[in-house]
């Protein structure tokens, strides 16, 4: 039966293809009905799997002992194995295999999350807590059930999953995957701003459909609508096929927009490209930028297991710069916010902030160790002779913060024997920021809007959450007012104003862009060429 429903942000595109489901941790859980005669057989896999996970445990424990440390994790996997030797585990799956005629994954996955559903409707802080150890458990009895197969997707495939990182989209994109959905995450999520990055089609916040949907299932995704469809009627296969060849058409006669500059530049205005991947400069010359307006260099830093030393970081920016032949690339300093937190212990150590997005990201992390400053800003600054590049700072709150980032780039340029200046930037993306714009213009060489943490900031709305997506609205009049107030503040001070939020590929936005004469949007490189034609457009009614 058809069913659809909507979700919380959707990267651009539409897609018909066939489900591909993973779980949290990435596993590809089949689900599919048996016969009554595959009763037995299925019963004894999941026994068998359920001895394998606790014998592979009682090595884990032998091996701690025999190391004599571990003092923390014993009780742990004592806990686990309890779990394993669980009769509930075992009457709930087998009951889902006898009555429902599902596969042992399916049974052991329906199984496992009515208990994780019991276990979050506890009162007790520490029983909700528990949730995680029976999912890892449900992953200890998943790796030794030989159906948990590597990977394989296919071009028509769209992956759905609890959630994906950054680096997990750029890994679906490499496949090359039709796309994705996650059950979690809101408009802004990081995860969505990649995939609008590399033009890969998917969903977020999705829950529904996650609940729904099986594997082998047809589904279309609306991403430009943020809908989805999943069992389509023939009916409405046909006509999304109709919309995805009319999106096509469209595209392609965006391609006479490649290189229209004279348009931005009657505007005054460059159409810049955030960039996370090295892989994106390729896509963003292909879409005709003027240059990186935002390169976010956590990204590199959270695809490693160990801190990129300055070497390793250099060899990267330089790729980055030289791929832009000679057009200006900003790079910003390390900002690993809330939602990249658990992809950044290496930077982190064991920093657990009460409320990551408040603690110590941004420029209070980089102030915090200055070592990492160091290392970043020689890493970027060696680049400084083979391209046009400059600095800046993310999650400014004071003037105090520039200031001191500037003493660290000065003493780093005079070690480099760099005389070349280089222009330190800030980002405008906490209230505080835009309030005291005039302050920080003093010290600052440009002004980076960056309207999605403003957002975030100014309305106290999570920007990853999808249950508070409704509030997370950058048409409240307070975004306007802060960002008028920061781009009056640097024309005063003559220096230059971005836009590097996801609020610079807004069609609704441009005119007010245009009109608070901001210098450049640095939006995804595939919406450049949806702006580029709008300014056309908005030039022809002049
Ligand atoms: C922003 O906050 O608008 C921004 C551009 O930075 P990020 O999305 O990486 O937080
Ligand atoms: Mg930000």
């Given at each position: 039966?058809?069913v659809q429903?909507?979700?919380?942000?959707?990267?651009g595109?539409?897609?018909?293809g066939?489900?591909?489901?993973?779980?949290?941790?990435?596993?590809?859980?089949?689900?599919?009905?048996?016969?009554d005669?595959q009763?037995?057989?299925e019963?004894?896999?999941f026994?068998?799997?359920?001895a394998?996970?606790?014998?592979?445990?009682e090595?884990e424990?032998?091996?701690?002992?025999?190391?004599?440390?571990?003092?923390?994790?014993?009780?742990?996997?004592?806990?686990?194995?309890?779990?394993?030797?669980?009769?509930?585990?075992?009457?709930?799956?087998?009951?889902?295999?006898?009555?429902?005629?599902?596969?042992?994954?399916?049974a052991?996955?329906?199984c496992?999350?009515?208990?994780?559903?019991?276990?979050?409707?506890m009162?007790?802080?520490?029983?909700?807590?528990?949730?995680?150890?029976?999912?890892?458990?449900?992953?200890?009895?998943?790796?030794?059930l030989?159906a948990?197969?590597?990977?394989?997707?296919?071009?028509?495939?769209?992956?759905?999953s609890?959630?994906?990182s950054?680096?997990?989209v750029?890994?679906?994109w490499?496949?090359?995957?039709a796309?994705f959905?996650?059950a979690?995450?809101?408009?802004?999520?990081?995860?969505?701003i990649?995939?609008?990055?590399v033009?890969?089609?998917?969903?977020?916040?999705a829950?529904a459909?996650?609940a729904?949907?099986?594997?082998?299932?047809?589904?279309?995704v609306?991403?430009?609508?943020?809908t989805?469809?999943?069992?389509?009627?023939p009916?409405?296969?046909?006509?999304?096929?109709?919309?995805?060849e009319?999106?096509?058409?469209?595209?392609?006669?965006?391609q006479?927009?490649?290189?229209?500059t004279?348009?931005?530049?009657a505007?005054?205005?460059s159409?810049?490209?955030?960039?996370?991947?090295?892989e994106?400069?390729v896509?963003?010359?292909?879409?005709g930028?003027?240059g990186i307006g935002?390169?976010?260099?956590?990204?590199?830093f959270?695809?490693?297991?160990?801190?990129p030393?300055?070497?390793?970081?250099?060899?990267?920016?330089?790729?980055?710069?030289?791929?832009m032949r000679?057009?200006?690339?900003?790079?910003?300093?390390l900002?690993?916010?809330?939602?990249?937190?658990a992809?950044?212990?290496?930077i982190?150590?064991?920093?657990?902030?009460?409320?990551?997005?408040?603690?110590?990201?941004?420029?209070?992390?980089?102030?915090?160790?200055?070592?990492?400053?160091?290392?970043?800003?020689?890493?970027?600054?060696r680049?400084?002779?083979e391209?046009?590049?400059?600095?800046?700072?993310?999650?400014?709150?004071s003037?105090?913060?520039?200031?001191?980032?500037?003493?660290?780039m000065?003493?780093?340029?005079h070690?480099?024997?760099?005389?070349?200046?280089?222009?330190?930037?800030?980002?405008i993306?906490?209230?505080?920021?835009?309030?005291?714009?005039?302050?920080?213009?003093?010290?600052?060489?440009?002004?980076?809007?960056?309207?999605?943490d403003?957002?975030?900031?100014?309305?106290?709305?999570?920007?990853?959450?999808?249950?508070v997506?409704?509030l997370?609205?950058?048409?409240?009049?307070?975004?306007?007012?802060?960002?008028?107030?920061?781009?009056?503040?640097?024309?005063?001070?003559?220096?230059?104003?971005?836009?590097?939020?996801e609020?610079a590929?807004?069609?609704?936005?441009?005119?007010?862009?245009?009109?608070?004469?901001?210098?450049?949007?640095?939006m995804?490189s595939s919406?450049?060429?949806?702006?580029?034609?709008?300014?056309?457009?908005?030039?022809?009614?002049?």
């Amino acid at each position: 039966m058809s069913v659809q429903g909507t979700a919380a942000a959707g990267s651009g595109g539409i897609i018909i293809g066939v489900v591909q489901k993973l779980d949290a941790k990435q596993h590809i859980i089949p689900e599919y009905h048996i016969e009554d005669s595959q009763h037995t057989s299925e019963v004894q896999r999941f026994e068998a799997a359920v001895a394998q996970a606790r014998l592979a445990l009682e090595q884990e424990l032998d091996a701690l002992s025999q190391h004599g440390h571990g003092n923390n994790l014993r009780p742990i996997l004592e806990a686990h194995d309890l779990m394993l030797a669980d009769p509930e585990l075992h009457s709930g799956t087998v009951q889902c295999i006898h009555e429902e005629n599902m596969n042992v994954e399916w049974a052991l996955k329906r199984c496992l999350a009515s208990f994780t559903q019991a276990f979050a409707h506890m009162d007790d802080a520490y029983l909700q807590s528990r949730q995680a150890d029976i999912m890892q458990v449900g992953s200890r009895i998943l790796n030794q059930l030989s159906a948990v197969k590597p990977t394989i997707f296919q071009t028509t495939s769209i992956i759905i999953s609890p959630d994906f990182s950054p680096a997990d989209v750029v890994g679906l994109w490499r496949e090359g995957v039709a796309g994705f959905v996650t059950a979690q995450g809101g408009k802004d999520s990081h995860a969505m701003i990649v995939a609008r990055g590399v033009g890969l089609t998917g969903l977020a916040g999705a829950q529904a459909l996650w609940a729904q949907a099986k594997d082998g299932d047809r589904l279309i995704v609306d991403a430009e609508r943020h809908t989805w469809i999943l069992n389509p009627t023939p009916e409405q296969e046909q006509d999304y096929q109709a919309a995805v060849e009319a999106l096509q058409k469209e595209q392609k006669a965006l391609q006479d927009f490649v290189k229209q500059t004279p348009i931005t530049q009657a505007f005054n205005m460059s159409l810049f490209a955030n960039v996370e991947f090295v892989e994106e400069v390729v896509l963003a010359n292909q879409y005709g930028v003027d240059g990186i307006g935002l390169f976010r260099t956590e990204f590199l830093f959270m695809q490693s297991e160990t801190l990129p030393d300055e070497d390793v970081q250099y060899a990267y920016y330089q790729g980055i710069v030289q791929g832009m032949r000679g057009k200006p690339v900003t790079f910003r300093l390390l900002d690993v916010g809330a939602d990249k937190l658990a992809h950044a212990r290496t930077i982190f150590g064991d920093y657990d902030g009460e409320n990551p997005a408040l603690g110590l990201r941004g420029v209070r992390m980089l102030l915090h160790k200055p070592e990492l400053l160091k290392t970043q800003l020689r890493a970027i600054l060696r680049c400084a002779h083979e391209g046009d590049i400059s600095v800046l700072v993310p999650m400014v709150v004071s003037a105090a913060e520039m200031v001191a980032v500037r003493k660290v780039m000065l003493e780093v340029q005079h070690a480099l024997k760099l005389d070349k200046s280089i222009d330190l930037g800030c980002m405008i993306e906490v209230p505080a920021a835009a309030l005291i714009a005039h302050d920080l213009a003093k010290v600052s060489d440009f002004f980076s809007i960056g309207s999605n943490d403003l957002v975030q900031y100014t309305l106290a709305v999570d920007r990853a959450d999808e249950h508070v997506d409704y509030l997370y609205d950058a048409s409240h009049p307070a975004i306007y007012n802060l960002i008028q107030m920061a781009a009056k503040a640097a024309q005063q001070h003559n220096i230059p104003v971005t836009v590097c939020g996801e609020l610079a590929a807004s069609k609704a936005w441009t005119q007010a862009f245009v009109d608070m004469k901001i210098n450049a949007l640095s939006m995804a490189s595939s919406s450049v060429l949806m702006i580029r034609k709008h300014l056309s457009d908005l030039h022809n009614k002049l």
